[in-house]
């Protein structure tokens, strides 16, 4: 099985040139905030992602930043713990730290997933396309198709992602397309098959819309 190309592969110049000609109304989006500058995480792996992400969920980033730690420094050396580290963890230790029962349940379930194979380790994930892997992810407990796709994006890099459930994006959206109100999902799906494959780069600029 090949690997997928990766955000870092594409020429992100042709791709803005190719999005600006394919879309003018995010041309102009893309010609007003300029370049395209991610700063993903593509160096996690699939299930590090997935850990952060579930500690971090509902949570405002320093509480969420602080817990995080404090889970980490109880599971052992202030790193997320390998996969099958986690099971010999007491609740009491995991609950100590800060995570709820819900949390604490889905990290366990994280762990098992990727250790019985359902969650892949990197190299299996970067040859895997983006909705076989999407449905192993949320076969954890606890992780949604959001949570998933914005691991295809800032974990691995994956160029064609568009999480149209993101509140961000839908706003930007809107103002990119003068709408009065906020976008059905059908209407962005439509829209959206202007910019295949680099679906994950016009999201970005809608995020950054939000900014001007």
């Not at 102009?28 to 160096?43: C, E, N, S």
């Not at 250790?115 to 299996?124: C, E, I, K, N």
């Amino acid at each position: 099985m090949a690997r997928i190309p990766t955000i870092r592969s594409i020429d992100l110049a042709a791709v803005r040139k190719q999005l600006a000609q394919a879309d003018p109304a995010l041309g102009r989006v893309i010609k007003q905030v300029g370049a395209f500058t991610p700063d993903w995480r593509l160096d996690a792996s699939p299930y590090e992602g997935l850990f952060r992400s579930i500690v971090y969920q509902q949570l405002s980033g320093k509480a969420a930043g602080t817990i995080f730690n404090r889970v980490c420094a109880a599971c052992g050396d202030g790193k997320i713990p390998a996969p099958h580290l986690v099971a010999p963890i007491e609740d009491s230790t995991l609950r100590g730290a800060g995570l709820s029962r819900n949390k604490t349940l889905a990290i366990r379930d994280l762990a098992a997933r990727t250790l019985d194979g359902t969650v892949p380790d990197r190299a299996t994930a970067l040859k895997t396309p983006d909705e076989e892997l999407i449905e192993r992810l949320i076969a954890v407990r606890g992780v949604g198709r959001w949570t998933a796709e914005m691991l295809l994006m800032f974990g691995l890099g994956r160029p064609d992602v568009f999480p149209v459930s993101d509140l961000g994006i839908r706003k930007g959206f809107q103002l990119t397309y003068g709408m009065k109100r906020m976008p059905a999902e059908v209407t962005m799906r439509r829209q959206a098959r202007l910019w295949a494959p680099y679906r994950t780069i016009a999201s970005w600029y809608f995020w950054r819309v939000l900014e001007l």
